[in-house]
């Protein structure tokens, strides 16, 4: 039995979870970051971070890793390209997705959960679009002939779904004026079954009852990075100081 630590909020459990998905592969989600899932994840993650996926004995850590172990074990429904230099394309546009885009999007939101009134950082909101606009412009040209980012549904579709929904969310999305192609393309996306469950999960989330804030937000790697390369070190230092930073056990 596959069991997938899952967080409904989290965009690498989401991508694992349309993977799965897309495969046909029975499994069972529980939530990784609630109170009562939190201690289960512990024990087959010791950094406590979703996603994790276990297929019987099998533990494997890290949505990148989950979906290279689904397409070695699971060839069907193939999400990696057959081409070498197109596989080549597709892993960097994951990479991207779990890198820089991934750093945007939670810095922006400040974890997920939205700055309180008045708190998000002056000029934030203007860094991501800075950083935004030139790759929106990449995409843009990547859809020139194609359907989809490597011409078949891929993994570079899927691990860039959840961002670019949360980035319309956050009202720093591309516009169908400047970007026709990418607005087409995150449309017939969002028509795929599996995109349409994911978005369907999101926004009974966002419309439910609000998840409480906690009162540190993890932060790990490229999301500090990010923060710092774009100069809101004094902002990260008050965190800090305040005490509203919590660091990835390992
Ligand atoms: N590189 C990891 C990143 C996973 C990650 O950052 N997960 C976040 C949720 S998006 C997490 O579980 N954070 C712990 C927490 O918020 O308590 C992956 O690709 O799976």
Request: aromatic share 10%; hydrophobic share 45%; with cysteine.
């Amino acid at each position: 039995m596959i069991t997938l630590y899952d967080n409904a909020f989290s965009p690498f459990a989401r991508k694992v979870r349309m993977v799965l998905e897309h495969k046909g592969l029975p499994f069972v989600a529980l939530d990784g970051l609630s109170p009562a899932g939190h201690a289960r994840l512990a024990q087959v993650n010791p950094r406590v971070e979703v996603p994790v996926l276990q297929d019987g004995d099998l533990v494997v850590v890290n949505s990148a890793h989950i979906v290279a172990y689904l397409e070695h074990r699971y060839p069907e429904r193939a999400l990696y390209p057959q081409d070498p230099a197109t596989r080549v394309t597709a892993l960097a546009w994951e990479r991207l997705a779990d890198t820089m885009l991934d750093a945007i999007t939670h810095d922006l939101s400040n974890g997920g959960f939205g700055f309180a009134e008045g708190t998000r950082p002056a000029g934030l909101r203007e860094a991501a679009l800075g950083d935004l606009q030139p790759l929106y412009d990449d995409l843009e040209r990547a859809l020139a002939d194609r359907e989809f980012l490597c011409g078949q549904l891929s993994i570079a579709d899927l691990a860039l779904f959840p961002h670019l929904t949360a980035l319309r969310f956050l009202d720093v999305s591309f516009d169908g004026a400047t970007h026709p192609r990418l607005l087409a393309w995150y449309k017939r996306l969002r028509e795929l079954p599996i995109c349409e469950a994911d978005l369907a999960r999101t926004r009974a989330l966002l419309g439910g009852a609000v998840p409480q804030r906690p009162e540190r937000i993890v932060w790990r790697g490229d999301r500090i990075e990010w923060m710092l390369a774009r100069g809101f070190h004094e902002w990260f230092a008050a965190e800090i100081r305040a005490n509203r930073i919590a660091w990835p056990r390992r």
